[in-house]
């Protein structure tokens, strides 16, 4: 069973709310589909691995696992009674050549070699292995989702720490084997104790260099007519609701901003005065902790993002959006 959510990388999610407000250079767009393409993988992985089934194991994903002093990133763990398996998720498309310490993409050598970010990871686990007393086996498998990935490789003793799409099914299927009883949530506990917030956070822009003001999630065109519960873009016809449009922009703000507290006045700001500040207040008081009392309050997000506060609230609302997609 999954123990954690797979959430959109921060990054990502700061990189997306950016270019709908600037433009994006050609190095930041670049690392936006590069996030973007392996956050599909990600998910296509989970979601395969979902269908085979896995109630079976315990699986975190998408985690920073503090080790004495530094940290890693694991995009998923599998932990069984037989010690913990990595699965490095690279959503590659392509034909790359692959040999020891070196992946290339045509005439394209890659920065970094999968095999060696691999190993690390794997002797960080190991580390934390001998520390828990527990002794657990750490191994790890590099695996491409993406069917449009071709490898080609002539070392035998490599392939054997690959898994590719079509055979990705009858990988998980030999987990159907496994068994997670006392020994593996003592794993477990002893990797949740372990489990630490993305370090790796980027800075916020700062909050004049950025064009404020609400969106069209379907074209994002910021042309909007204001009717009573909805705003309608004047470009594509989408009707979305006011309250749709203020958690876009809490989430935004949230990714955008990095420290900045979010106040009423700092909203008001952002989405440019289209919707009142009753209902700034109200959406701001429904989907976020407020912290202190009367002007000076401040506010957090309660959810991960926009997706994530939809997915709760969004069945409950009164006033249905009205995508045109
Ligand atoms: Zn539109």
Not at 35 to 55: K, M, N
Not at 146 to 168: A, F, G, P, V, Y
């Amino acid at each position: 069973m999954f123990l954690t959510n797979r959430h959109p990388p921060e990054q990502l999610l700061q990189l997306k709310a950016l270019s709908h407000r600037t433009s994006l250079g050609d190095k930041n767009h670049q690392q936006l589909e590069r996030l973007s393409l392996g956050y599909q993988g990600e998910c296509l992985y989970d979601r395969v691995f979902t269908e085979v089934g896995h109630e079976n194991l315990h699986i975190y994903r998408d985690i920073y696992l503090k080790v004495e002093d530094s940290t890693t990133q694991y995009d998923t763990l599998i932990i069984t009674d037989q010690g913990v398996i990595v699965n490095e998720i690279k959503n590659f498309k392509g034909t790359y050549t692959v040999s020891e310490g070196s992946w290339a993409l045509g005439d394209f050598v890659l920065p970094d070699d999968p095999f060696a970010q691999l190993r690390r990871a794997i002797g960080k686990l190991r580390r934390l292995s001998n520390l828990s007393d527990l002794n657990f086996k750490v191994s790890g498998k590099l695996i491409f989702p993406n069917e449009e990935c071709t490898l080609i490789i002539n070392d035998e003793k490599l392939k054997e720490n690959i898994i590719i799409r079509s055979n990705l099914r009858r990988y998980f299927e030999r987990f159907k084997q496994s068994y997670s009883s006392n020994y593996a949530s003592a794993i477990s506990n002893v990797i949740s104790e372990h489990i630490v917030e993305n370090p790796y956070l980027k800075e916020g822009v700062a909050f004049d260099d950025i064009r404020h003001g609400l969106y069209c999630e379907a074209c994002r065109t910021f042309d909007l007519s204001t009717e009573r519960y909805h705003l309608r873009c004047l470009s594509c016809g989408t009707i979305e609701t006011k309250e749709t449009h203020l958690i876009r922009a809490i989430s935004d703000f949230k990714y955008l901003f990095g420290k900045l507290p979010l106040t009423t006045e700092k909203m008001m700001r952002f989405t440019g005065g289209q919707i009142s500040k009753r209902t700034v207040q109200r959406v701001l008081d429904k989907y976020c902790d407020r912290h202190g009392i009367s002007k000076s309050s401040t506010y957090t997000f309660k959810y991960y993002d926009f997706n994530e506060a939809m997915k709760h609230e969004g069945v409950k609302r009164r006033y249905k959006d009205h995508l045109l997609k």
